[in-house]
């Protein structure tokens, strides 16, 4: 598989041979929706609390009497039948909703994922990614010119340089091959990675 390699300008300068198992795998929808799902779920903080029929406030005194008045029966307002009742099944902080991903699901995701960036011309490969200062109007200059306005830049070498220079840019997501999820890599349109990053993914998902 070749990928495209550009230049500081944003124009083509050459190809490079990258690992078809990564790049030039057939895309599997219900395996990436599975994986983004479950990525979501593992996220959540399981913080949310709700109050059950004991512990909603309330009083235990009868509204009206049980026959007679035409009404439906009623024991005590804390039903969960009632305006300001309690819940049935409430939610608790203790909720888990972590979904298992195989590690071989996981891989087989990111190289989907990979191979149909490169199939939409989403993925643009560079030799190396730096700045002289931490200055975020050096990176916000250097993408201009790529033509990148909201890009994933993957590098094999996050330097405190960079990290400082492009953490007031909102459209901009710098992370370590290692660091690279499913999430980030499918959110941003374009992606961009240095040569080196390519080969520690082969490396790592090769």
């Given at each position: 598989m070749e990928l495209k390699v550009i230049n500081e300008e944003g124009q083509a300068s050459a190809r490079m041979n990258a690992s078809d198992?990564?790049?030039?795998?057939?895309?599997?929808?219900?395996?990436?929706h599975q994986l983004v799902?479950?990525?979501?779920?593992n996220a959540r903080s399981g913080n949310r609390a709700q109050l059950n029929r004991a512990e909603v406030?309330?009083?235990?005194k009868k509204p009206w009497r049980q026959k007679g008045t035409g009404r439906a029966?009623?024991?005590?307002t804390s039903s969960p039948l009632w305006r300001g009742g309690g819940r049935i099944f409430p939610n608790s902080p203790e909720e888990n909703f972590t979904q298992k991903i195989n590690r071989k699901m996981y891989r087989a995701g990111l190289a989907t994922i990979l191979s149909q960036l490169v199939r939409e011309d989403r993925l643009a490969i560079i030799e190396e990614f730096h700045v002289g200062a931490p200055k975020t109007r050096l990176v916000a200059e250097k993408l201009k010119k790529m033509g990148l306005d909201s890009v994933l830049l993957v590098t094999d070498d996050l330097n405190e340089?960079?990290?400082?220079?492009?953490?007031?840019?909102?459209?901009?997501?710098?992370l370590e091959p290692r660091q690279a999820d499913l999430l980030s890599l499918i959110r941003f349109p374009k992606v961009l990675m240095t040569k080196g990053a390519v080969s520690k993914l082969e490396e790592m998902f090769g």
């Open positions: 198992g990564l790049f030039a795998r057939d895309y599997n929808e219900p395996l990436v799902v479950a990525y979501q779920a406030r309330h009083s235990t029966r009623a024991g005590m340089n960079l990290m400082l220079a492009t953490r007031n840019l909102p459209n901009v997501l710098v």
